[in-house]
């Protein structure tokens, strides 16, 4: 099956710095979602990215499918942004996505 | 528009015992998703629902977890008996997804249902 690889596992950042955080897949996919999950564990959605970019506030997300890899970007860092990043690829027609294993972010004040 | 919703969201049981969980996805999605998410780990698909019928079950432990979704809506989980390696966290996920098209496949998860089982 597909594997989704993220970098890197840690990530320890004061407060206002920036950070790339990257997912590699080992196969061509349709679509590609970033998820933030906070410290009370609640899935957020970041993006939904099968290609190209797209920015939300200090957030922006790249996909280049066909060198199979994705960044997020996260700019003037926050302490809400602590959490666990993950990004999830389908597997199948049906959908079903397949995880990361995620980039633990922590933001120091 | 109301996000998918779950219960209880906390549960702490004695293994063999049993324990359900509660679904109800965002309105109109006719898929609907049971991950489990060890941790330290992603979530990892448990079973898979389009409307009423099931389109993947093959990680589900079918001996003792079941599930289903009545009138292609809400959904429950069960585990019966529980075991100690069933202590995770139980995240519900809907999406539109028309079959195949996989445009549509944004996937919406619930708050999740914490399971503790001693």
């Known amino acids: ?109 | 528009e109301a996000g998918v919703a779950q219960s209880p969201r906390y549960k702490i049981i004695e293994k063999r015992q049993s324990v359900a969980f509660w679904c109800n996805p965002i309105s109109g999605h006719a898929t609907l998703y049971w991950y489990q998410q060890i941790l330290g780990q992603g979530p990892k698909l448990l079973i898979q629902f389009q409307n009423n019928g099931v389109v993947d079950d093959s990680q589900l432990p079918k001996d003792r977890f079941s599930a289903e979704r009545l009138k292609g809506v809400d959904s429950t989980l069960k585990i019966q008996p529980a075991k100690l390696e069933d202590s995770a966290v139980y995240l519900c996920a809907s999406s539109l997804n028309p079959r195949g098209r996989l445009y549509y496949n944004e996937q919406f998860f619930g708050p999740g249902t914490r399971l503790t089982v001693l």
């Open chain 1, 1 to 109: 099956g597909i594997q989704v690889e993220q970098s890197p596992p840690d990530l320890i950042l004061q407060e206002g710095a920036n950070s790339t955080l990257r997912c590699n897949f080992s196969d061509s996919v349709n679509n590609l979602q970033w998820f933030h999950q906070n410290p009370w564990g609640q899935l957020i959605n970041l993006f939904y990215i099968p290609s190209g970019t797209k920015q939300n506030g200090r957030l922006s997300a790249t996909t280049v499918a066909t060198e199979r890899y994705s960044l997020l970007y996260i700019s003037s860092s926050q302490t809400t942004d602590s959490g666990v990043y993950f990004c999830a690829v389908p597997t199948d027609s049906w959908g079903k996505l397949q995880f990361g294993a995620g980039t633990q972010v922590v933001v120091t004040p």
